[in-house]
């Protein structure tokens, strides 16, 4: 790659012809993550309004921490945050919230947030001063919670991973039984993380149940939707986070389902400031109070940052575009795709669903070449490990498609199949198919 | 502002005509951040090179934990942070960072990266586990040292504040002293925080006397070079940051002094793997171990996030443009601005500096309109509280010119100029000088 193209910065100016032509070098030589054959993450698809938005955005370069020099932005925010209090559940009126950059710091400040209103001397005086807290999340949830646990001081073994059903969800029962576990061991449960799409099998905890659970303890209840959050804007599909309005505070992605260009996550709050009490720094040198409008509009005070990029612009562009009515379509329209795809996976001789009726746009499987079928379970098993990265390997060596394996717990390597981008047509999914039969054939 | 512009988000897709009517009231609304007159922030200006990367880096569109999809991007980031290394003193080839999103975030990674090579142990099993740590920052410091402690469950109240000297910088004794109390208290000191460029009165902390005492009491030496660190980039401006080699990580935003757009902020580390192993989570779900490439190019386990925006090729474009030799006489030309407005301030009459002699692109003064000139000493101060927020609200009624102000310890509001922005010019200066005194001799 470094062959390929200087990317070294040098002494003198370069011109602007040579400027071009390392900008289209770039260009080439990247990973065409907007490409309808790219399924290889949750973000991906290049939408032109969410992108003209973004253009626009750099254009105004400004930054989100005060209405006086970010007048519209904020306001955009609140509107648009408004209509996801609106699709969580919540009353906007007592609602908060913050765009984060990304769906592991939204993540991390709710889990600061959670401290704060249970224990607010931590802010001032540390962990030292208060009891051993201790929090849990689903073992198929996002590692962004133990780097909270970890980040934060209350230490990566202090979140207790609780075991999934076939399905991948949490299991009510396990969570009840581990934080009554922790009380007799002297720890503090405070916080639990309900995931709405595992970033693996797509999996929606049970978020009644686990609400349930977290009133009768008396704990924080936060649903990590970053990624299955878009489905609030479907009402066909949205049964699936039945119960997020009991959350305290939720993750959601727009750059994930709703398509928003990188960066664009919120954290949005059920109960409005807490955010400002836990982190504002009374930095009366950067945010006066006595300026001539309302400086409640102003946001510095709610952030961990101190400058924030602009990252609503484009979402906000690019929801006018649709409207709600055109997400309702979008996510409709993905969903069977979903379905589709998992129909042919059953029906295309070799290929073997890890979850037998995915319940939403991960599809995960294996592909076992033919002539390693009739071999013992243990082998078939153990050449599995190496097919799914050759298979890869192959497509990225054809350039033709990307698609993204892991192992997890007692399964050897197996395909994660996302269909996330709004671009994606049947025709994309029988060609994702027909190449990994293809190459998985061809495999020595 | 409500009534000027429609920011909700309708039930029905909108058409392209009156979203494009949106976006010019958006742009319209909005404050001209990179106007040559908006001296109101450090983070200002639009280079249009860089707008242009920004652009681009929407068109592509991709996440910077994996070289698998963002393959140019890494080797960039590092061909980037390979300059900036060598700007700070380091060996690059033992050198380590990352881009984060804005300095907060920033000293947040370096301030945890320090606590866990003290005491990995925190990272499992959380604060408790450990001695009270304390840490040290001047009082003129950025709030996001006192925040990071906050967060990390250190305690706000446990990062001192260190006296400054007439000059807004850091006293060392006074740093040595307070090290040697918070011992004597049971308390154990970790982190020193030493800024380079301090927000309101652009001081530069004695880095190589800080750095003495970090060494005699085995202490982790943190540069907060956030607005500072472009000057590293100037061979005449850098004697001012002499010393800064010795730090363990340095905070540098090139959206501040570089022009860069928002948000372009790296925190750098002298020593490679530390921040790995802090960070890492073992997500083997995502980053996988059995790759066709060196997985060590792979950035996801660095990060405290998760997604990570490319915020580097605005910033590589822009540094192409200009070479180093560009930056070098870009940095100067502000350097030389800022000494002749500090000359017109002190020649000018009713204007008085608050440092006498600024050292950077920061210079803080009060204007005192005749009609109190001649009033006593007291009363000149308490109405010198409001002269500046209302001469400042004159200037956006008339939306010619931005200027920030602030409070400081006894001294009453004063107008805290910024010379950021590579396309002011002296007219400029003498611009904002005449409508200060204009507006100012107007008031009631």
């Given at each position: 790659?470094?062959?390929?193209?200087?990317?070294?910065?040098?002494?003198?100016?370069?011109?602007?012809?040579?400027?071009?032509?390392?900008?289209?070098?770039?260009?080439?030589?990247?990973?065409?993550?907007?490409?309808?054959?790219?399924?290889?993450?949750?973000?991906?698809?290049?939408?032109?309004?969410?992108?003209?938005?973004?253009?626009?955005?750099?254009?105004?370069?400004?930054?989100?921490?005060?209405?006086?020099?970010?007048?519209?932005?904020?306001?955009?925010e609140?509107?648009?945050?408004?209509?996801?209090?609106?699709?969580v559940?919540?009353?906007?009126?007592?609602?908060?919230?913050?765009?984060?950059?990304?769906?592991?710091?939204?993540?991390?400040?709710?889990?600061?947030?959670?401290?704060?209103?249970?224990?607010?001397?931590?802010?001032?005086?540390?962990?030292?001063?208060?009891?051993?807290?201790?929090?849990?999340?689903?073992?198929?949830?996002?590692?962004?919670?133990?780097?909270?646990?970890?980040?934060?001081g209350?230490?990566?073994?202090?979140?207790?991973?609780?075991?999934?059903?076939?399905n991948?969800?949490?299991?009510?029962?396990?969570?009840?039984?581990?934080?009554?576990?922790?009380?007799?061991?002297?720890?503090?449960?405070?916080?639990?993380?309900?995931?709405?799409?595992?970033?693996?099998?797509?999996?929606?905890?049970?978020?009644?149940?686990?609400?349930?659970?977290?009133?009768?303890?008396?704990?924080?209840?936060?649903?990590?939707?970053?990624?299955?959050?878009?489905?609030l804007?479907?009402?066909?599909?949205?049964?699936?986070?039945?119960?997020?309005?009991?959350?305290?505070?939720?993750?959601?992605n727009?750059?994930?389902?709703?398509?928003?260009?990188?960066?664009?996550?919120a954290?949005?709050?059920?109960?409005?400031?807490?955010?400002?009490?836990?982190?504002?720094?009374?930095?009366?040198?950067l945010?006066?109070?006595?300026?001539?409008?309302?400086?409640?509009?102003?946001?510095?005070d709610?952030?961990?940052?101190?400058?924030?990029?602009?990252?609503?612009?484009?979402?906000?562009?690019?929801?006018?575009?649709?409207?709600?009515?055109?997400y309702?379509?979008?996510?409709?329209k993905?969903?069977?795709?979903?379905?589709?795809?998992?129909?042919?996976?059953?029906?295309?001789?070799?290929?073997?669903?890890?979850?037998?009726?995915?319940?939403?746009?991960?599809?995960?499987?294996?592909?076992?070449?033919?002539?390693?079928?009739?071999?013992?379970?243990?082998?078939?098993?153990?050449?599995?490990?190496?097919?799914?990265?050759?298979?890869?390997?192959?497509?990225?060596?054809?350039?033709?498609?990307?698609?993204?394996?892991?192992?997890d717990?007692?399964?050897?390597?197996?395909?994660?199949?996302?269909?996330?981008?709004?671009?994606?047509?049947r025709?994309?999914?029988d060609?994702?198919?027909?190449?990994?039969?293809?190459?998985?054939?061809?495999?020595?």
């Open positions: 790659m470094q062959m390929l193209i200087d990317l070294s910065i040098p002494e003198q100016p370069e011109n602007l012809l040579k400027l071009v032509k390392s900008c289209e070098d770039v260009l080439r030589l990247g990973v065409r993550t907007g490409h309808p054959r790219f399924f290889n993450q949750i973000s991906c698809g290049l939408d032109l309004v969410s992108m003209a938005g973004e253009w626009l955005t750099a254009t105004a370069n400004t930054n989100m921490f005060t209405y006086e020099i970010a007048p519209v932005f904020i306001l955009m609140k509107s648009v945050m408004t209509r996801m209090w609106e699709a559940g919540w009353d906007p009126e007592k609602a908060d919230g913050i765009f984060a950059p990304g769906g592991a710091i939204a993540n991390l400040y709710a889990m600061n947030a959670a401290r704060h209103q249970l224990w607010p001397r931590s802010k001032h005086l540390g962990m030292k001063d208060i009891p051993t807290l201790c929090c849990f999340t689903s073992e198929d949830s996002h590692y962004s919670i133990k780097s909270a646990s970890a980040v934060l209350i230490g990566a073994d202090h979140c207790f991973n609780i075991p999934t059903d076939k991948g969800k949490m299991i009510p029962e396990a969570l009840e039984a581990k934080i009554i576990e922790s009380k007799k061991e002297g720890l503090t449960p405070f916080f639990v993380c309900c995931t709405a799409g595992t970033t693996v099998y797509g999996a929606f905890d049970p978020l009644e149940r686990v609400a349930n659970i977290c009133e009768r303890h008396k704990l924080w209840f936060h649903v990590d939707a970053a990624w299955g959050g878009g489905m804007l479907s009402p066909e599909h949205r049964y699936k986070l039945a119960g997020v309005e009991r959350a305290n505070s939720v993750t959601w727009p750059h994930k389902l709703m398509g928003a260009l990188l960066q664009c996550s954290c949005l709050f059920r109960q409005d400031g807490l955010l400002f009490q836990c982190n504002q720094a009374s930095a009366d040198y945010f006066q109070q006595d300026k001539p409008y309302d400086v409640s509009y102003d946001t510095g709610k952030a961990i940052q101190c400058g924030r990029h602009n990252d609503v612009f484009k979402l906000w562009l690019m929801w006018k575009s649709k409207g709600m009515e055109g309702r379509q979008q996510i409709n993905l969903m069977d795709l979903s379905a589709y795809f998992t129909r042919r996976i059953k029906e295309t001789e070799g290929f073997e669903l890890i979850i037998e009726n995915p319940e939403f746009l991960n599809i995960c499987f294996w592909y076992v070449p033919s002539k390693i079928r009739n071999l013992e379970p243990a082998e078939i098993k153990a050449r599995l490990e190496k097919i799914a990265p050759k298979i890869k390997a192959g497509m990225m060596q054809r350039g033709t498609t990307m698609v993204g394996y892991q192992p717990k007692q399964r050897p390597n197996f395909f994660r199949m996302i269909i996330s981008n709004q671009a994606i047509t025709e994309d999914l060609f994702l198919i027909k190449e990994i039969v293809d190459i998985g054939e061809s495999l020595e």
